[in-house]
């Protein structure tokens, strides 16, 4: 059983997004609100899929890893649909409306997968966002990206990525316990990870128009340099994210932000109504 902790935390959003910002923080900032805005649809989406795989798990230390997974997805996506409403709230009318016209398609989209969709390519999109998605928490943490107040919405990411982190054998597991495909696992998570940052990506343009920014350019850096090379480790028929060592910080975080929550006493039996 992998060791995560569920933590209850609500962060308040009370600093305004600057968005003076030069042009290289502008190609950290838009992908960075852009993935926040994803992440009320998408993690119900994780969440509703984990569900159906309790029913077929029959190892009970991961079962007991999905529920944890499940509670701690619960509070990431709650935390952020708080962080988005003052995001859309800084935009003019016309901006906040195309915000919410790509939320509602993305929405749509996801919940067309969990109810059209196999339980094996909804394993497979789960493995492969979480499988990115660790790939780049662990290379902001191992340059230190976390330190710092300097991106807007503040310890939001820091505790999200690391609980990323913290929960990145789960959705692999689940994989290689009901489905094991090698092959599958590469095509339907490239696909997942290319319609997920698609979507990142119509954000980040919808709300760079409504800031008058003509270029939004991501520049290369060793943090990035990092986060392909653990990317592309993920593709690896070896790769398992139990065996990846965890860079310096992560674990002190984790630990700041367990002395935060109000943590649950106790993991319930089964998934609570709440997070349904
Ligand atoms: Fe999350
Ligand atoms: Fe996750």
Known sequence: MADITV???RFTFEDPIDFDASEAERGEMLPAL??????????PYLI????????????PPLAEDVRRFCQQEGHHYRNHALFNHQIRAQFDAATADGLRGIEAALEADYQRFSREKSLRFNLAYAEGFEAMTCAGALAAAEHGAFEGAGMPGGEIWAWHMAEEIEHRTVAFDVYQHLVGSYPYRILAGTWAQWHYV?????FALCMGRGLGWKKIRTKSSPMRRSALRRYLHTWSPRYDPAKIEIPD????????????????????????????
């Open 7 to 9: 933590r209850k935390i």
């Open 34 to 43: 852009g993935l926040s805005m994803t992440m009320p649809y998408l993690e």
């Open 48 to 59: 509703r899929t984990m569900k159906v795989a309790l029913k077929a798990i029959t190892d």
């Open 198 to 202: 698609s979507y990142v990506r119509r």
């Open 249 to 276: 910080g992560v674990q002190e975080l984790l630990a700041k932000y367990s002395a935060l929550a109000e943590r649950a006493a106790s993991v319930p039996p089964t998934l609570p109504e709440r997070l349904a």
